[in-house]
């Protein structure tokens, strides 16, 4: 049975990464004893904090640290052997074959480690034979860069840059050669003017002689700390490498990036606390084509401002924002305003922006469009606040046309989903996923505004409208009811389909908007209560429905007009004029019942009035008066095709004034009434 250390076929030297909790970490190589053990983080040597197991086991052993070491820090374990004998053979002594093994196992373990040492070595190719290895003398290469000649030899050049510029060319088809220093120059970063990124040192002037002395700048990762804000020109790129580069503002007193001008891009950055996170306006010339794109904003009061600011001549439109988080701001995420005399920001696109508040009690709203005009548009946006806020979205009062598509608003409490405020003008919100209990869309403009798909319970909300195809399976008016404490006058506004009217504290006069200002419009008005008191219908400085002034005195009295852009037109009335029809000098008269009365005279001769069949199509459910007019004893009869007639008998009037009411319940005509 062996019953020393075998020495595998294992290179003596492992490495971890450390994830930051991790303690114990496994050494597959045998050794002799614990100093045999040499324990390195991240390229330190560790002499203490750790403990070794495993001493003289072939299979190795593992190291214990107290502490784990810290997330992504290179833990490095390795056997380190003295090149020296252990032991000495003595004349004439016992040759025990352990002390053999343990001999040719030290020296197995050497050969080991020479050879891991070597692995890590610059060297040349097997195949190759040097035509020299040694270096210059020690003269000849004191200050002096290493290279080699034509030949591969090893020698010694300046320090001083060979003339001519250096050439460069990278790898593929189609490739030059260029100057390298061109080649360097086409990447400028904040740390060639000396930024350091350590979150202590001051890297404001360092970023800001950078933006002022080229059109692209990167910010490598790190964390830069400001003091003042940070200003793009015209033209300015400034980007970085995502969230690991970090522009953090010194406190919330101030801005973070000013874009003053026009053209500049901000992209691949995080940017921390600020009075604003990023401001745009425009100051000296147009803020217009700016582009802002996968930037995170954190702990800002507001996370991103579009200022229309105080000179119509430099406005803020046309601006381009997507993929942006706004987190954890004081009082809104986007606001757009108007400082001064300027113009309102108009037409500028946002794409994709978040505002999450993180459970931050920030105080405004998600997106707060305070001054906006013509087609600001905020496509697939979202707000998920705390409770604490105004609103999700606010639309102001000085805006106009500006449109929602797919926006998400959330919070956990009551908050306003969308919040229209008096004075703004056709704002749109297509497909709003409201998930606030607060109101899916508070509206204060008086309705002006278009819904699609957004709101709750209604769903849909459409201004003036021609749709040439409709097919409605539950039709329902917008109706209003309207009392007062005494006689009172109602201005129709177009805004209700269907008033509902108590007069009973006294008369109610309604009055028609003119006509001409409501073509196609269609207004129905009903009396509910039982007073004597009448509701007026009238016309505002016109004739009025069919050129009258309608009076409802009775409860449950109606009337429906609507306008063709001339006049208003009575469609409906509890008590419409009947149509009428006269008809003489027949002796056959087979009506078409499109009139409930009809006056016959048979002055000249007996005439036949002969109903259709009580089932034809123009008879079901209708009632038809007809009545003689005429002195002679001539007989006006009423008889029913392909029957005798009403009462299944045929009706005769033979004197003036006789008539007879008959109607058609689809099987037969019956008399309702005869004079």
């Known amino acids: 049975m062996t019953d020393h250390i075998q020495i595998p076929a294992v290179a003596p030297r492992i490495q971890y990464t450390a994830n930051g909790t991790r303690t114990v970490f496994e050494f597959p190589f045998p050794i002799f004893a614990n100093p045999d053990l040499q324990v390195y983080v991240d390229g ?131 490739a030059v050669t260029r100057n390298v220093q061109d080649r360097l120059n086409e990447t400028v970063s904040i740390r060639d003017f ?160 978040r505002v999450y508040s993180l459970s931050h009690a920030m105080t405004g709203s998600g997106f707060y469009v305070e001054s906006g005009k013509y087609n600001n548009s905020f496509i697939d946006c979202e707000a998920n606040i705390s409770t604490a806020a105004h609103s999700c979205i606010r639309v102001g009062a000085d805006t106009e046309k500006n449109i929602f598509i797919n926006p998400y608003t959330e919070t956990t409490g009551g908050v306003i989903n969308v919040r229209l405020e008096a004075g703004s003008v056709e704002t749109v919100l297509v497909n709003l996923l409201s998930a606030s209990a607060g109101p899916a869309i508070s509206d204060l403009s008086g309705g002006n505004y278009t819904a699609y798909n957004a709101g709750f319970p209604d769903k849909n909300r459409m201004r003036k409208t021609r749709i040439t195809d409709l097919t409605v399976e539950m039709l329902r008016y917008d109706t209003e009811f309207f009392q007062d404490v005494g006689p009172a006058t109602l201005d129709v506004d177009q805004t209700t389909s269907c008033y509902i009217i108590s007069a009973f504290n006294g008369a109610i006069t309604v009055n028609l908007p003119q006509a001409n200002t409501a073509n196609g419009a269609q207004i129905t008005i009903k009396k509910s209560d039982s007073s004597d008191n009448l509701v007026i219908v009238q016309e505002d400085s016109g004739p009025g429905p069919d050129g009258r002034t309608v009076n409802l005195s009775a409860r449950y ?45 048979a002055f000249t001769g007996a005439a036949e009035f002969r109903l259709p069949p009580a089932n034809a199509a123009n008879a079901v459910g209708r009632t038809i008066t007809i009545k003689k007019i005429d002195t002679s004893g001539n007989a006006v009869t009423v008889t029913v095709s392909g029957s005798t007639g009403p009462d299944n008998s045929s009706q005769a009037l033979s004197t003036q004034y006789k008539a007879i009411t008959v109607v058609s319940n689809g099987s037969a005509w019956y008399i309702q009434s005869k004079y």
């Open 44 to 174: 330190v040597q560790q002499f203490a904090g750790f403990t070794i197991n495993g001493a003289g086991q072939t299979s190795g052993g593992e190291v214990t640290f107290a502490i784990a070491p810290a997330n992504h820090l290179v833990v490095t374990l390795e056997r380190r052997l003295a090149i020296a004998r252990a032991s000495d053979f003595q004349d004439g002594s016992d040759f025990a074959a352990r002390t053999l093994n343990n001999e040719f196992d030290y020296t197995v373990a050497a050969i080991q480690q020479l050879d891991a040492d070597a692995a890590v070595n610059l060297k040349f190719a097997r195949d190759e034979i040097p035509p020299t290895t040694e270096l210059p003398s020690r003269l000849l290469r004191a200050g002096k860069l290493l290279g080699f000649d034509e030949n591969g030899s090893p020698v010694s050049y300046p320090l001083t840059a060979p003339e001519g510029p250096v050439q460069y060319a990278v790898t593929g088809t189609g």
């Open 194 to 353: 000396g930024a350091v990124g350590d979150g202590v040192e001051d890297d404001t002037l360092a970023i800001q002689k950078a933006l002022d002395a080229h059109h692209v700048v990167y910010v490598p990762p790190g964390e830069y700390r400001t003091t003042v804000p940070i200003v793009l020109a015209y033209g300015k790129t400034l980007y970085g490498a995502g969230n690991g580069s970090i522009i953090r503002g010194n406190d919330n007193s101030y801005d973070v990036l000013q874009l003053p001008s026009g053209y500049a891009k901000v992209n691949h950055l995080r940017l921390e606390n600020g009075d604003v996170g990023i401001r745009l306006y425009g100051d000296g010339s147009a803020c217009v084509e700016n582009a802002i794109s996968d930037v995170t904003i954190w702990d800002a009061n507001i996370g991103m401002v579009l200022d229309g600011y105080n000179n119509t001549n430099y406005p803020c439109y046309w601006n381009n924002i997507a993929r942006v988080l706004i987190a954890r701001p004081n009082t809104h995420g986007v606001h757009l305003k108007r400082s001064g005399a300027g113009d309102s920001p108009n037409a500028n696109k946002f794409h994709n922006v």
């Open 557 to 601: 009295d109606y009337i429906t007009v609507i306008s063709n852009g001339s006049n208003w037109w009575i469609v409906s009335h509890n008590l419409m004029p009947e149509n009428t029809y006269y008809i003489e000098n027949e002796t056959l008269i087979q009506p078409d019942l499109t009139r409930p009365i009809y006056f016959v005279s």
